[in-house]
């Protein structure tokens, strides 16, 4: 079993920075894959950032490329999001995800993911 539990979510205007946090627990190896996805009201939720537990893959969304950044510290057992230039529409409940192994093709497609975390909010104000 894994746990995930995020923080870091908050209020910020156009241009600022937020970075979030994912603390992990159970059975986390380096054998998963972690992502973050986002869900705005009324929308579909997306993948935002994704990253392989064994490689230094990592795979964002075109809408957020250049702009967020995913890591993790294994020391800490935390994986980050770091999010600059915020925009507007970058404002939703955020989710930390894992599953084991690399999704290949699904990696930023919700089901391919088996534990989540409860969400932390972003907001954005113009």
């Known amino acids: 079993q894994v746990r995930l539990v995020e923080s870091g979510g908050g209020s910020v205007q156009a241009g600022g920075s937020l970075r979030l946090s994912c603390a992990v627990s159970g059975d986390a190896s380096s054998r998963y894959s972690m992502a973050w996805f986002r869900q705005a009201p009324g929308k579909e939720r997306e993948g935002v950032a994704a990253g392989s537990g064994l490689t230094a893959t990592t795979t964002y969304a075109e809408t957020v490329k250049g702009r967020f950044t995913i890591s993790k510290d294994n020391a800490k057992n935390t994986l980050y999001l770091q999010m600059n230039s915020l925009k507007p529409e970058d404002a939703a409940m955020y989710y930390c995800?894992?599953?084991?192994?690399?999704?290949?093709?699904?990696?930023?497609?919700?089901?391919?993911?088996?534990?989540w975390g409860q969400g932390t909010q972003v907001t954005v104000s113009s």
């Open positions: 995800a894992a599953t084991r192994g690399w999704p290949g093709s699904s990696v930023l497609t919700a089901r391919a993911y088996n534990y």
